[in-house]
């Protein structure tokens, strides 16, 4: 009996030998990495440790199963088996793409100054592995139910009428499928990026997030915008940052014709170079606009982002209206009423 107990043991005993192994393994691994803060070897170390704990555990419990006397449940356990080993394997995969994306987040950084192409590489990754996590999703759980005879009697009958059920399922399925193209789309042609600016339903934010079927933009006041992949394909919107990083703004200023053009345009000048928010790329001043009433005057600043420029043009309004009512006052904008009794035609014939 003591003899009977040992070898149903050897199933547990194995796969728990096994587990410690494996983690002592991993252990000593990672403290010979310790110093390695980059790169591929501590990434996969850190990533890789409990499926492959998993699996080794299973595959130390498989191998000694035929030293085991247990008759009555073997079939059971080996099924067991076959599935713990399926889900070793899929989270496998999930983690190799996580490998993946922290080996380019490290090598393309976002808070760069100017992170056009990290911006690129984020966001074809981020839509790549979420595709990928799914089918990966989809595959191992019908690999598991496949396991089972009776799922696969029903399946052997689902393919039988592949084409009716394919026909209904991709009716009822059209918007989620359409917005799962939307996002591969998106990920090779990159109409938007992670971090990028933009204007989507007069609302000016951030891409905070590519999901697989939306997307999320954060507003500037923290709302949070939810729209579908689908929307950034099949209607325009503005990108502030499709080609570069940094931004121009504009700071549109009101003055009595009297203003002195050169003395404005020589202290937004100042304004610029002793602020840190300038990127050292555009600063102009011109007339726009001249109404009955005063000058138009746009000044133009460029920043490398869009916080930045925010700040920078509240800054130079404020700056250029102060220089105004300081050395100006006489020149911010007035009606003139002329209270002079004009000569009537009739008074000029006498």
């Known amino acids: 009996m003591t003899m009977e107990l040992l070898y149903n043991l050897l199933p547990a005993v194995a796969a728990l030998l096994a587990f410690i192994a494996c983690y002592l393994a991993f252990t000593w691994a990672r403290r010979l990495t310790s110093h390695l803060h980059i790169g591929f070897l501590p990434v996969a170390l850190r990533r890789l440790r409990e499926p492959t704990l998993l699996a080794a555990a299973v595959l130390a419990a ?27 394997v899929g989270w496998a995969s999930i983690r190799a793409f996580d490998i993946w994306r922290d080996i380019l987040a490290q090598r393309y950084r976002l808070d760069s100054q100017d992170n ?62 359409g917005n799962l193209l939307a996002g591969l789309q998106i990920a090779l042609s990159e109409p938007i ?8 339903e007069g609302e000016l934010g951030q891409i ?4 697989t079927t939306y997307v999320v933009v954060r507003i500037w006041d923290k709302r949070r915008l939810v729209v579908p992949l689908s929307y950034f394909i099949e209607k325009p919107f503005e990108n502030w940052t499709r080609k570069t990083s940094d931004l121009l703004g504009t700071v549109f200023i009101y003055a009595d014709y009297t203003l002195p053009v050169a003395a404005l345009r020589e202290e937004l000048q100042r304004i610029v170079d ?22 138009q005057l746009r000044a ?19 700056r250029l209206i102060e220089f105004l009512q300081n050395n100006y006052p006489q020149c911010l904008p007035h009606s003139r009423v002329d209270l002079n009794e004009r000569p009537t035609l009739s008074t000029t014939a006498k």
């Not at 990026?193 to 989507?200: E, F, H, N, T, W």
């Not at 905070?208 to 999901?211: T, V």
């Not at 133009?300 to 404020?318: I, M, T």
């Open 208 to 211: 905070e997030e590519i999901r």
């Open 274 to 295: 002793d602020s840190p928010l300038w990127d050292h790329e555009a600063c102009n001043l011109v007339v726009t606009d001249a109404t009955e009433h005063s000058l």
């Open 62 to 88: 498989s191998a000694a199963m035929p030293f085991a006397r247990l008759t009555a449940i073997e079939y059971a356990l080996l099924h067991l088996h076959v599935i713990l080993l399926i889900i070793a």
């Open 116 to 177: 056009l192409q990290a911006r690129r590489v984020h966001t074809q990754m981020q839509v790549l592995r979420r595709i990928a996590i799914g089918v990966i999703l989809i595959v191992s759980i019908a690999a598991i139910l496949m396991t089972f005879p009776a799922v696969r009697a029903i399946g052997a009958t689902l393919f039988a009428s592949a084409g009716v059920a394919g026909l209904v399922l991709g009716l009822a399925a059209r918007p989620a499928i």
């Open 193 to 200: 990026r992670i971090d990028d600016v933009v204007v989507v």
């Open 300 to 318: 133009l600043v460029s920043a490398a982002n869009k916080s930045d420029l925010w700040d920078l043009r509240c800054l130079v309004r404020e």
